[in-house]
């Protein structure tokens, strides 16, 4: 059985096999072909491959026609898989909604699909969970980028020539990517302030030692699975206003808010951008879906008047060798759990991970149900 990653497109610094993770799909028994300087951008050569007892193979074609199963970052285009052969295997991140268009050709081409992005938040899902560990990393990046961008120092000091206070963090949206914002700013020694629409965020944030920002006591956001859902226009109107106040004190922001399904909620508008101190950063981590910012463009940094505006949207691929290291051991332990004992693929539908991951098997889009955990962590 053949698994294999490609060299990826659009300035992908990331790859979905490391040399480590050749080392367990080789222990699982798989072979593993990865095409040429595949791992190059995130620091993995292709003599490190192949001392961990990869192939590397040059031409694509021959890389995709040999593969049992593709593994991919990122959704590719049907054109660079095309030489897939049926019945193979794409593992990558990809939306049952709208239907892309490499989904409706896997269809067509009996190519099975299972996605990254539909993997269940319950707790047997977590080493498989490559949302959390790619959006923790952006949490962590995001502060690094901001403080380069900020051109004062972070935490408070007592000096001879005077005190410097501490910056004053902002963070909106505290699930995976704001909670690691939260500890990396308090960890340079930032004072850091936090909403979320969830309540069950209030402790998560405050364990953390930072404030959280409750806007309503009455209302809670939260649907069973953990995820946020919308507000009413009440809260957002109440929101809205503590953003301003808020943001009109912080020196870097860090915006990750975002709920399934939907594009970004707007949550920082231009009159309040304007509102901030000069010199200011706004990382909103929420542009591919749109973003929180009014002003942000995606994967570009702009300013507006002196505030700083990033908005790169694969933030993560910014610290490619960890997200790298990361996603690759997620899909190894996907694969422990499609790979039976004797080395064949097995799709136990029974299995909710699988259920919902499967987006296409035997030539046939699946339907896809949102499993949830009452009790999620
Ligand atoms: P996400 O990326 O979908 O959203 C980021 C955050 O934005 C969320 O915390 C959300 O509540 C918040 N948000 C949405 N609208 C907002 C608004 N208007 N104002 C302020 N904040 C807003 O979320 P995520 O990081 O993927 O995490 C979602 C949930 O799943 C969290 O509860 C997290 O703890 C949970 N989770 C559970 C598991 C597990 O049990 N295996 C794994 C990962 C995450």
Request: net charge negative; glycine share 6%.
């Amino acid at each position: 059985m053949i698994i294999a990653a490609m060299h990826e497109a659009n300035n992908e610094t990331r790859v979905a096999i490391t040399p480590a993770a050749v080392k367990n799909y080789i222990k699982l028994g798989y072979t593993v072909n990865c095409e040429h300087n595949a791992g190059e951008l995130a620091g993995f050569n292709d003599a490190a491959y192949e001392q961990a007892g990869a192939t590397i193979i040059s031409n694509r074609q021959s890389l995709l026609n040999h593969a049992n199963i593709l593994v991919c970052v990122n959704e590719p285009a049907p054109s660079a898989v095309i030489d897939l052969s049926p019945q193979a295997l794409l593992v990558c991140p990809i939306d049952h909604e709208p239907p892309s268009d490499l989904l409706n050709w896997c269809c067509l081409h009996q190519i099975s699909v299972f996605s990254m992005n539909h993997i269940p938040r319950i707790s047997r899902a977590q080493n498989i969970d490559s949302l959390s560990s790619q959006a923790n990393i952006a949490g962590y990046r995001a502060v690094i980028e901001a403080i380069t961008h900020f051109n004062r120092a972070i935490p408070m000091m007592m000096t001879a020539a005077g005190m410097i206070h501490p910056a004053k963090v902002l963070v909106i949206g505290a699930g995976v990517a704001g909670l690691q914002a939260i500890a990396t700013a308090k960890r340079l020694g930032a004072v850091v302030y936090a909403f979320d629409v969830r309540a069950a965020a209030k402790e998560q944030v405050e364990s953390l030692g930072a404030e959280f920002i409750e806007v309503s006591q009455n209302e809670d956001s939260e649907t069973a699975g953990g995820y946020a859902k919308e507000v009413s226009d009440r809260y957002k109107r109440r929101q809205e206003e503590l953003i301003d106040d808020y943001a009109g004190h912080a020196d870097i922001i860090i915006s990750t808010a975002l709920i399934p399904g939907k594009n970004a909620p707007i949550l920082l508008t231009k009159k309040t951008v304007e509102k901030m101190k000069p010199g200011a950063v706004i990382v909103d981590l929420a542009t591919a879906r749109g973003g929180n910012c009014e002003l942000s463009v995606r994967d570009k940094i702009i300013h507006h008047g002196q505030i700083t505006l990033i908005g790169y949207s694969n933030m993560a691929g910014l610290i490619p060798a960890t997200a790298s290291d990361l996603y690759a051991n997620n899909v190894v332990n996907l694969m422990h759990l499609l790979t039976s004992s004797s080395l064949k693929l097995t799709f136990n539908r029974e299995d909710d991970i699988i259920r919902q991951g499967m987006l296409c098997h035997d030539g046939q889009c699946l339907p896809f149900q949102r499993i949830e955990e009452q009790q999620h962590d």
